[in-house]
Structures are given as structure tokens and as C-alpha cells.
């Protein structure tokens, strides 16, 4: 089979997801914002204590570039920067919450 021909069986829906959400953290990000009401930069950093500063902020922006996720800067010293599901992130939160559910039920409990 040729490339072009490849190119034309994949389903550009999910390419498209998994372009976008494909970031190591960013599902886990969304979580944390829809359903433990972690909003600001440092909870999310202390939630994923395994992720760097720069790591996280680079998850942050591509999801606000990509219309999920709202940055609010407060322009306060020290500075003060919450971040909100947009509406777009809001229609996700079923997807979010349905996976959650069947890792929860299918996958092995560590």
C-alpha cells in the first residue's frame, strides 16, 4: 500500500484529537480543572508533581491555543494566573469523565 493511499484510510478525526490532546499531561490537566477544582498554575504543578515548570506551561498554552482551556491573568504581584475549561473544554468533560470510568473498571489496580 502507498503512503497516499495510507493517508486516505486514516480517520482525520482522531488524528486531529490525538494531536491535540496527545501531550503527555494534558488529560490529566483538564481532569484536574473540571473535576477537582484546581485552577491555578502552582496546584496543577503540585497535583502533577512529576511534571517540570516549563513542561506545564507549554500543556497550558497548547491547550488555550487550541480553545479548551481560558487563562485569566490577574496582572497582580506575585503574579496570579487561574485557567478555566472554555466552552469547548466543558463539551469534553464527558469524554473525560466516561474514560475515567472504564480505566477505573478495566484497567489493573496498582
Same mark, same amino acid.
Not at 500500500?1 to 494531536?19: G, V
Not at 488555550?64 to 503574579?79: M, Y
Not at 478555566?84 to 489493573?108: A, E, H, R, T
Given at each position: 500500500?502507498?503512503?497516499?493511499?495510507?493517508?486516505? %484510510?486514516?480517520?482525520? !478525526?482522531? =488524528?486531529? &484529537?490525538? /494531536?491535540? +490532546?496527545?501531550?503527555?499531561?494534558?488529560?490529566?490537566? #483538564?481532569?484536574?480543572?473540571?473535576?477537582?477544582?484546581?485552577?491555578?498554575?502552582?496546584?496543577?504543578?503540585?497535583? %502533577?508533581?512529576?511534571? !517540570?515548570? =516549563?513542561? &506545564?506551561? /507549554?500543556? +497550558?498554552?497548547?491547550?488555550?491555543?487550541?480553545?479548551? #482551556?481560558?487563562?485569566?491573568?490577574?496582572?497582580?504581584?506575585?503574579?496570579?494566573?487561574?485557567?478555566?475549561?472554555?466552552?469547548?473544554?466543558?463539551?469534553?468533560?464527558?469524554?473525560?469523565?466516561?474514560?475515567?470510568?472504564?480505566?477505573?473498571?478495566?484497567?489493573?489496580?496498582?
Amino acid at each position: 500500500m502507498r503512503k497516499t493511499e495510507t493517508a486516505i %484510510l486514516r480517520c482525520k !478525526t482522531m =488524528s486531529t &484529537l490525538q /494531536k491535540i +490532546l496527545g501531550g503527555k499531561w494534558k488529560l490529566e490537566i #483538564l481532569y484536574y480543572i473540571a473535576f477537582c477544582d484546581i485552577h491555578r498554575f502552582g496546584a496543577l504543578r503540585r497535583q %502533577l508533581c512529576e511534571i !517540570t515548570e =516549563s513542561s &506545564l506551561t /507549554k500543556q +497550558l498554552r497548547e491547550l488555550e491555543a487550541d480553545g479548551f #482551556l481560558i487563562r485569566h491573568d490577574f496582572r497582580e504581584i506575585p503574579p496570579r494566573v487561574e485557567y478555566q475549561l472554555s466552552d469547548l473544554g466543558k463539551s469534553f468533560m464527558d469524554v473525560i469523565d466516561y474514560m475515567k470510568k472504564w480505566g477505573d473498571k478495566n484497567l489493573p489496580k496498582e
